[in-house]
């Protein structure tokens, strides 16, 4: 049974930094990309980061130039650096991983339980 999970959310004030990590157990095939999402209270799940298996890395425009993403397909998990956070990052942060359950399976995408990040002076 596949499972994420992520580690690393917290309380910080504005202008902190926090690392937020995700790992994979179980086994997904043909992995075609990672991703990092947030859900805001009262607002739709967003894509803030993803990477895909080629090498195509992506960032909303919301976190661009504050975030860094990072995997590698080798291993099992996956970083989301943040820096200069801003109260309007609060949210819960989700990691996805996009792949098969088996060689013939069709691709889906598997998620992380979340983990809270608030950012309150």
């Known amino acids: 049974q596949v499972q994420l999970v992520e580690s690393g959310g917290g309380l910080v004030h504005p202008g902190d930094s926090l690392m937020l990590s995700c790992i994979t157990s179980?086994?997904?095939?043909?992995?075609?990309?990672r991703a990092w999402y947030r859900q805001a209270p009262g607002k739709e799940r967003e894509l803030v980061a993803r990477?895909?298996?080629?090498?195509?890395?992506f960032y909303a425009a919301s976190v661009k130039g504050r975030s860094v993403m990072s995997t590698d397909f080798a291993q099992n998990t996956m970083y989301l650096q943040m820096n200069s956070l801003k109260p309007e990052d609060t949210a819960v942060y989700y990691c996805?991983?996009?792949?098969?359950?088996?060689?013939?399976?069709?691709?889906?995408?598997?998620w992380g339980q979340g983990t809270q990040v608030t950012v309150s002076s």
């Open positions: 179980g086994t997904i095939f043909d992995i075609y990309q």
């Open positions: 990477i895909t298996h080629g090498g195509s890395i």
């Open positions: 996805s991983e996009d792949g098969q359950p088996s060689p013939r399976a069709p691709r889906k995408r598997y």
